[in-house]
């Protein structure tokens, strides 16, 4: 029978509000942070991304927020659309190159 | 510009057999990377290629799994023998630098029963 996978957080906002997804990184040495979203039975689509030396970017309707004192990113979404219903994640760059990714979080938008 | 294409898209097999999935990247992309993803669990990577180098494999489970990359373009990911915790979705991705951001096909599902 199929396992039990781990349970994902969830998010549900209503159509035009603004969402907030947060990610708690493990690397104080991580340097590059990108988030993605993922749509039932496809691949992650890299959405916007940000180096260490900045605290905040700006992209169409999102925006990432990164806050190294305390090892956490989060994404915002503006004006949440239909659309936007996916699962999001957030991936960390390591010294050696390597992309790592976090648990995710689903987000429902409610018409 | 054509994305990165795998292949197959589904894969049903039985415990102890054998699955190889292809992976062509995005052209000129030098760096390949294959990731498993557990149903409810974000991708865990398996290993990165540097042109047909290996980066990285530290989490691929090698009594079991191994990949390919021969001439720096195409890459081919195996699993002999398959066990039911396999059953995942496998996801390839490339960049152009070691350093950029991942290109992600659709992945390959496989089951095992």
């Known amino acids: 029978g199929e396992s039990v996978g781990l349970h994902l957080p969830t998010l549900s906002v209503q159509e035009g509000d603004n969402s907030i997804i947060n990610c708690a990184y493990s690397?104080?040495?991580?340097?590059?942070f990108i988030w993605y979203k993922q749509e039932s039975g496809k691949g992650p689509q890299f959405i916007i991304d940000?180096?260490?030396?900045?605290d905040k970017r700006q992209g169409q309707r999102v925006t990432v927020l990164l806050n190294k004192t305390v090892k956490h990113l989060s994404l915002q979404i503006a004006a949440t659309q239909p659309g936007d219903s996916a699962v999001y994640f957030c991936?960390?760059?390591?010294?050696?190159?390597?992309?790592?990714f976090g648990t995710g979080t689903s987000l429902t938008v409610i018409p | 510009e054509a994305g990165v294409a795998q292949s197959p898209r589904y894969k049903i097999i039985e415990k102890r057999q054998s699955v190889a999935f292809w992976c062509n990247p995005i052209?000129?992309?030098?760096?390949l990377y294959w990731y498993q993803q557990i149903l409810g669990q974000g991708p865990k990577l398996l290993i990165q290629?540097?042109?047909?180098?290996?980066?990285?494999d530290s989490q691929l489970p090698k009594d079991r799994f191994s990949a390919e990359r021969l001439k720096g373009v195409d890459s081919t990911l195996k699993i002999q023998p398959a066990k039911l915790e396999d059953s995942a979705v496998y996801l390839c991705?490339?960049?152009?630098?070691?350093?950029?951001?991942?290109?992600f096909g659709e992945g390959s599902r496989l089951t095992v029963l």
């Open positions: 991705a490339s960049s152009l630098a070691r350093a950029g951001e991942l290109f």
């Open positions: 690397n104080s040495a991580s340097d590059y």
């Open positions: 940000i180096r260490s030396n900045m």
């Open positions: 991936a960390e760059k390591s010294s050696g190159n390597q992309f790592y």
């Open positions: 052209s000129g992309h030098a760096t």
């Open positions: 290629f540097q042109n047909n180098g290996v980066v990285d």
